[in-house]
């Protein structure tokens, strides 16, 4: 209390009375770290929303959501795109690969999503898993399977075969015959 003027005083220190001076609705833009956080939580509800078969409309926000918290969300910008593609939308897909490609280049299967997308949307142009899917990535399975789709799409059923056959010697979970070194207990 001031003796003077009889008046009560407080001790606050700087950081709790910036806190009392800020409006209610002016709040702080959390950390990076935070944004990242949430959109993994965001990402992850959306996956969860596509195993129970939740409305599309759902599934599409929590991708969304995603983005808007972390832009390089690389798996939502991929399963925004999957989705894009499967309604057709080739433009809305191949942007959201385009995207991927740039925040994660080194991973080689957004690649082969590209090709196959850009093959849907323009028939005639070369397609970009055959130059930078199975070429460039020679034992991934999904670039050989999306290559074949492609060469069977455009009436060369040869160079399909070849990319089958990749495909199915390469993708373990595709049952096939034993290998010839495999050993028998």
């Known amino acids: 209390m001031e003796a003077v003027s ?71 910008l991929v399963n925004l ?21 740039e925040v994660d280049a080194a991973t080689r299967w957004r690649t082969s999503n590209l090709g196959i997308c850009s093959t849907k949307r323009a028939t005639g142009r070369t397609p970009v898993p055959l130059s930078g899917g199975a070429a460039e990535n020679p034992n991934y399975a999904d670039a050989h399977y999306n290559a074949a789709l492609i060469y069977q799409s455009q009436g060369e059923p040869m160079r399909a075969v070849h990319h089958w056959k990749a495909y199915l010697r390469l993708d373990a979970a595709v049952p096939g015959p034993p290998s010839p070194s495999a050993s028998w207990i």
């Open 6 to 76: 009889g008046q009560l005083l407080l001790d606050f220190d700087r950081a709790e009375l910036k806190s009392l001076l800020q409006f209610p609705g002016e709040r702080t833009r959390p950390s990076r770290a935070a944004r990242q956080q949430e959109a993994e939580a965001w990402f992850e509800k959306g996956l969860e929303l596509e195993q129970t078969g939740a409305p599309l409309a759902q599934i599409i926000e929590a991708y969304e959501k995603a983005l808007e918290l972390d832009p390089n969300s690389a798996g939502a």
């Open 81 to 101: 795109g999957t989705i894009h593609y499967h309604l057709r939308k080739w433009d809305a897909a191949e942007h959201c690969y385009r995207q991927a490609l």
